[in-house]
């Protein structure tokens, strides 16, 4: 298969540009928001709550997914041009800064709200896959995360990386972390869980997805592999997840079942 030739830049209007990397940011949180609302009042949100909620997770996500790419995968180019780190268009986000972010927002926002926090992660544990998805996909575009050479017939030639077919890891990524992870957490919430279930389930499914890709998927050039040939850095940032994943699941048998009622809030 031929790497499909997409222009990363969306819209150009002059010196104004718009890149689909950034547009799949926008997709993200627009599902969100209206997944959110769907759901809202199950939680004792307003509407108007998703929103506010939503304002401060894309803070936490291009904050913290930022901080993280520039401190586990470049710290050496962030020393070497400090207004690198401001160049989110370039591409380089870490998903697990980007989730350190977002929880330290979602602890402030559980706590304005008197809220149990992980109540809240549960109610929007189930709509991060949109925004996970539709961000492989925006490095596909960027023609980023190479695979390692493959015969299977879906493999394709990397821009810049010779002639040799690769695994397409971002659209793996994407399927995995966006679509399947999803239908899964989607399907599981459907219904009230005891406190905590969700969001154990959500760490679980990622960290054994994204362990699972990184083995099909080049190591950074510049960090390469940890240990054993095949041991990358995002194996490592992943294991925690999954272990905390398996905690927090088993934790959650002990707690209530979450059925909140609006009169069960006490908004400020």
């Known amino acids: 298969m031929n790497y499909p030739d997409i222009d990363p830049v969306a819209i ?6 718009i890149h689909w990397y950034g547009l799949m940011y926008v997709i993200g949180f627009v599902g969100a928001w209206w997944l959110g609302r769907l759901r809202a009042e199950r939680v004792g949100l307003t509407r108007d709550d998703v929103g506010d909620l939503l304002f401060y997770a894309a803070i936490g996500v291009v904050v913290g ?18 207004l690198w780190v401001f160049r989110i268009w370039d591409g380089g986000m870490s998903f697990h800064g980007g989730l350190i972010g977002v929880l330290l927002a979602a602890l402030w926002f559980a706590r304005k709200k008197r809220m149990a926090f992980f109540t809240l992660t549960d109610f929007f544990a ?16 960027n023609r980023e995360l190479p695979g390692r050479v493959t015969e299977l017939p879906w493999g394709m030639p990397f821009p810049g990386m010779g002639p040799e077919p690769r695994h397409p890891t971002a659209l793996y990524e994407a399927f995995l972390e966006g679509l399947v992870l999803f239908v899964v957490l989607w399907w599981v919430s459907a219904r009230p869980r005891r406190r905590g279930l969700v969001s154990g389930l959500f760490l679980l499914l990622y960290g054994v997805f994204r362990f699972l890709v990184e083995f099909f998927r080049l190591p950074d050039a510049h960090i390469g592999y940890l240990a054993f040939d095949w041991f990358t850095m995002g194996m490592l940032l992943t294991l925690p997840m999954i272990a905390f994943g398996i905690v927090l699941i088993l934790w959650s048998r002990r707690q209530p079942v979450d059925e909140v009622s609006r009169s069960d809030t006490r908004p400020e």
Request: charge should be positive; glycine fraction near 22%.
């Open 12 to 17: 150009a209007l002059g010196p104004f540009q």
């Open 126 to 141: 189930p709509m991060v896959p949109i925004g996970l998805g539709a961000g492989r996909i925006g490095n596909f575009i």
């Open 65 to 82: 997914g930022r901080l993280g790419y520039a401190l586990f995968y470049g710290i050496g180019q962030w020393l070497a041009d400090p």
